[in-house]
């Protein structure tokens, strides 16, 4: 076992590869013989390097340690590493990789960690910049921390310049001093030897180079005696300049006085010149500020809002306008006649483009909306809502315009806002209302007949309709007629029993329920893209944004706003929250219709069939949690979730009626009983909804119903058989009880699990209660006598002493064993199996067995405890009843197989 790797490597060394990390795993169930099998993840020795992570399979052991290749996957298309679990003792993972997914399970946990510690090093080293697999729940200590090649770079390089650093102070020695050591070092070959004596000759050394120190100084004397000559010369040529200083200072100190009054003249003469250049600088500033082209002028005034051109030149004119009329100018310059008559005619400017841009916009708004005011006639079946992208792309680009407006005149921008909306809310009404009627239309052709085509038209309501042509329900029972009233006398075993409902409709007709499911996700896949496509036209046309909301919170000012970072992210909150409620505000104006209709749409399918309110409930569910998960406060969530409060209420009240219907169900008099028809009903029922909930996140609500209506059935079941004329009681429970626990069996509905152990133990008591009922006492003489040797040994008397008393002596056993001869019994038998037979004729054979089989246990006890008190109380008396137990085995058998045949 611990071989394993090299010989792995075998394998790869001569495909030129190394083998780098690798692991025994095992797959299958958990028996005794696991199938080994091993994951490698290896690397090319050729350049550029590429890893590989492959499946390796052992041969048969009988042919020795050979391994061979299964599957081959290359490391770029590893997406996920799931390590199942960080704290557990689980040794699954998986590795999830572009096409397929690796599921594999470790010898031991540390064996799994090490290699995907291993996996995550090679990632980081052989992926390099290509996007690295995730890896999940693995502990952290396994994760080797990966660095781009970049910063391992930029590592590497900054190591290498502090090693620089370190050795700056470091010298190589010249070669003179290379030589002078080699030669001291052999001089003193003996100072590894005697140490004082060579250092003797050190000291020796140093007092000569002392010596030669010492007299190179003394040489030296004469040299400085010539420097202080020459510093004595540098003084006196430094007494000589500081005596010409003195004599220009004096000649200076004439002249400071005349320039004196020169510089007070020219600075005066500096200061008006400099206010006359800081006047000019700041009139030209209000000049270019306040200054508008007469192209902007006549863009604003006769600009044509049509052409691309001229929505250009309008922007950009009233850009300039907007920042001219924002100019702060000082409070002097703003008083001057000029700037009081340029500020006038940017008002006048600014009104006349409002209101033209008003006007244009409020035209086109119109048009829009008065288009397609005319319902157009759309074939049968083309479930298809029109696109508005033409649209929305023509007004676009007058966004900045109306970000202007909104700025320049608030009122006429809310005012072009309400007629956006009630021009687009008129087209949209019109559209959807046709679309939701050619959807109805659509469906009914699809699958009922014209009188169902006209249920829209018709004065007779959808519930009156309903009664006429049933609903999927009653279609599924339709070929049952009286049989079902009757008590399902017809032999049906558990499969014809689980029929579902889609199975019990026409082949050639697909269940309505199915149709309508189908037909409702196409509704909402059309009607939320329209929705999300004009938001997001809403927040772009109308710049519906943060930095267009007001930054002061409710009861504050401007001067109390709170600049810590707590005050600003509450602040970006509540710009946010007013954001997303305009858009609301304005989407809910446009799409007004849309809710109405969806609750219309919602009633349809419930008047046409109420097992479509299962369907609803989780297509319109998904749809909620997909849009809360983009925005829970934008308006298709809003509606979608109000949506979602219909239909919880249509399926409580369908779960509700089912209850009530069980509840009122009663069995006919006089009528034999076999599966009553709500059981069978209820599997159905469940059948459908496993199918419709599978998977689903509104699984909680159905598995509340089914709790309800389980325990109705239960209660049903009961108050029924304790009703039944023809039927006994216990028949009709364990009968139903039996196939109620078949079905949840079958289904294996984990919310249902207590509930299948009650239904396992009604049935098992009722079984029991109806097995002592018929059984009775097979040999009641013998059953007499052996109670009343009970009762005298409860009395005090000893089992051997019994057969002492006169009333219970051999010979009276006697008499009454040769009463009870094996044909007897065998006779009594049969007439019992025919009550059972007969009891349980509504159920399939199998059920008879069961109870049958019950019958046989029953009866052997009862025999083994006679065998025990005779054993007992008459030993050594060679009394034995006159059949055996191999006698009743053959009875029981003998008959069941003589009814079957």
Known sequence: MADYKSNLRELFTPNNERLLAAIQITKGGSGKKKKLSYICVSVTLTKPASAMISKIKKQDERKGDQYKKQKVYDLKELRQVNGKSTTGSSTEFDL????TIIRAAALTLTEKHTFL????????????????????????????????????????????????????????????????????????????????????????????????????????????????????????????????????????????????????QESFIQITNTNHVRLLDELDTVVMQLDLSKGHIKALREGDLSTDSGIEACTSAAEALQQAMEVELPHGLSQLQAVVEQQKLFAELRQRFAKRLFDFLGQVFLKQGNENSIPTIKEPGDLKLPKHFNYHRNLLPYRHLLLWLKKADKTKHTELSTCYTKSLNRLYTNEIKDFMTNVKTSFMEQGFSSSIKNLSGSQTSLKEKNKKFGSTQSLAFKGMGKKLKAGFKTKNNLR??????????????????????????????????????????????????????????????????DDSPKGVEERKKYQEAQVTKEIRLMMTEIFTVVENELAQLILFGKELDQYNTLNMLVVIGQRVDYARQQSDGSFLAKVLGSSLVKVKTNFDDFSARKIKDIDDWNLPKGKKCGVLPFVLDFENFLELSENIFRDSSRRSHIDKAYKYMMQAVIRAIGRNASESQKTPAEVVEFQNYHHLNACLASFKIAALDQERKEVKNLYND???????????????????????VKMIMEGGVRAEEVGYQLKFSKQELRRCIKEYSGKDIKKGLESLYHKIEKHTAENDNRLQQVVWQFMQEEFISQYKHYEDLITRCYPDSSIRLEFTIKDVLDYFTNIAMSQKA
């Open 96 to 99: 999830v990789l572009e096409k």
């Open 117 to 264: 510690g291993q996996l995550h090093k090679i990632c980081n080293r052989y992926l390099g910049p290509t996007p690295q697999p995730e890896f999940l729940n693995i502990p952290t200590n396994y994760l080797e921390v990966a660095y781009s090649n970049m910063e391992h770079i930029r590592n590497s390089s900054n190591q290498g310049g502090h090693d620089e650093d370190k050795g700056g102070d470091y010298h190589a020695i010249t070669e003179q001093e290379e030589s002078d050591l080699d030669r001291m070092m052999k001089e003193c070959d003996f100072a590894i030897s005697d140490a004082e004596k060579f250092v003797s000759s050190l000291s020796k050394d140093l007092n000569v180079l002392d010596g030669q120190n010492i007299h190179s100084i003394m040489g030296s004397e004469s040299q400085v005696n010539s420097l202080m000559l020459l510093l004595d010369k540098a003084l006196g040529e430094v007494t000589s300049i500081e005596t010409q200083l003195d004599e220009y200072d004096l000649m200076m100190g004439g002249i400071a006085s005349q320039m004196g009054q020169m510089k007070n």
């Open 496 to 561: 014809g029993s689980r029929e579902s409902l889609a199975s019990r409709i026409s082949e050639n007709e697909v269940p309505s329920y199915k149709r309508f499911s189908t037909t409702f996700r196409e509704v909402l896949a059309e009607l939320e893209p329209v929705c999300q496509e004009e938001e997001v036209f809403l927040v772009r046309f109308f710049n519906l944004n943060v930095d267009s909301v007001d930054t002061m919170m409710p009861g504050g000012s401007d001067d109390e706003l």
């Open 766 to 788: 009722a079984v029991h209660r109806y097995v002592n009922s018929m059984m009775g006492r097979p040999m009641e003489k013998l059953s007499n006598f052996f109670e009343g």
